[in-house]
C-alpha cells in the first residue's frame, strides 16, 4: 500500500514537511504543492532531510506552483522531480491513497 | 477512476480552493470521474455568489460552478459550517427566518454524511486545505 504525502506549507513555516518526512514509508511518494515547493530547494537548512530520504521515497514538486514563485526547476535538489497537474492526478492515481499533511 | 475532493480552506486566503479546481479540472481531462467535492470549515465560503471579485482576476465561485454545470459535479456544503458563517439556501433562510440566502449555482447545503459517502463510495479523497 502506497501513500502519496502533500505538503502545501513551506518547511521554513511549520514542521509538516519534517513531520512527513518521518512517517513516510518506502515506496510512498512525496509532493510538495503551493508553499510547500519551498521544501525542494537545494541549499536550504532542509536540503540534505529532504534529499537522504529521495531514494527511498519519491520527492516531486508541483510545477505551476514552482514557477508562480520564480524558482527554476534546476534549483530543486537531485532526486526531486517537477511535475504538472497532470502530474499530480497520476500519482493520486498510481498510489492507493492520498495523505494531506494540513 | 473515481476521485473525491474535500475542500477546508476559504477561498482568497492562501491556495487551497484554485489548487483542488486546477486539479479537479486536470483529474476530468485525464478520463477520471468527481463525482463530489465537499466544502467544509472555512471552505463553505466558496459557494457565495454575492462575492464580487475585480472583474480581470479569477472569480473562484464562478469557476466551481461552472465545473458544475459542465461535469455535473455535486457540490456539497457542510451545513453546520455553512450555518455558521452566514451560508443559506433558500430552505435554510426561511427555516431561520432569515431574509435572503446567497448560496451559488450548482451547490447545495447536506450534512457531512454526504462526505463520509464520498469517501466510501470514491477509489481515492483527496483533501485540500490550510
Avoid at chain 2, 481531462?29 to 470549515?41: I, N, S
Avoid at chain 2, 459535479?73 to 440566502?101: F, H, P, S, W, Y
Avoid at chain 2, 446567497?102 to 481515492?124: H, K
Wanted: proline letters at 2%.
Amino acid at each position: 500500500m502506497a501513500t502519496l504525502h502533500t505538503v502545501n506549507k513551506s518547511p521554513f513555516a511549520n514542521q509538516s514537511l519534517l513531520s512527513c518526512l518521518n512517517h513516510v514509508k518506502d515506496g510512498d511518494s512525496v509532493l510538495m504543492i503551493e508553499d510547500g515547493v519551498y521544501g525542494g530547494l537545494a541549499g536550504s537548512g532542509l536540503s540534505d532531510a529532504v534529499a537522504a530520504k529521495a531514494g527511498s521515497v519519491q520527492v516531486f514538486v508541483l510545477q505551476e506552483d514552482l514557477e508562480a514563485r520564480g524558482i527554476d526547476a534546476g534549483r530543486l535538489i537531485d532526486g526531486v522531480t517537477a511535475v504538472g497537474y497532470d502530474g499530480f492526478v497520476n500519482l493520486v492515481a498510481e498510489t492507493d491513497r492520498t495523505q494531506a499533511w494540513l | 477512476m473515481k476521485i473525491g475532493v474535500l475542500i477546508s480552506e476559504g477561498p482568497y486566503t492562501h491556495q487551497a480552493a484554485d489548487t483542488a479546481f486546477k486539479f479537479v479540472t486536470a483529474a476530468i481531462a485525464a478520463g477520471h470521474e468527481v463525482p463530489r467535492v465537499f466544502f467544509y470549515h472555512d471552505g463553505v465560503n466558496v459557494a457565495t455568489r454575492l462575492s464580487v471579485p475585480p472583474q480581470d482576476e479569477r472569480n473562484i465561485q464562478q469557476n466551481w460552478s461552472g465545473l458544475a454545470k459542465e461535469h455535473g459535479t455535486d457540490l456539497v456544503v457542510c451545513i453546520a459550517a455553512a450555518q455558521r458563517r452566514g451560508l443559506l439556501d433558500e430552505n435554510e433562510a426561511n427555516r431561520q427566518g432569515k431574509d435572503a440566502n446567497n448560496i451559488a449555482d450548482g451547490f447545495r447545503i447536506s450534512g457531512l454524511g454526504q462526505l463520509i459517502e464520498m469517501g466510501i463510495q470514491c477509489d481515492r479523497l483527496v483533501t485540500f486545505g490550510d
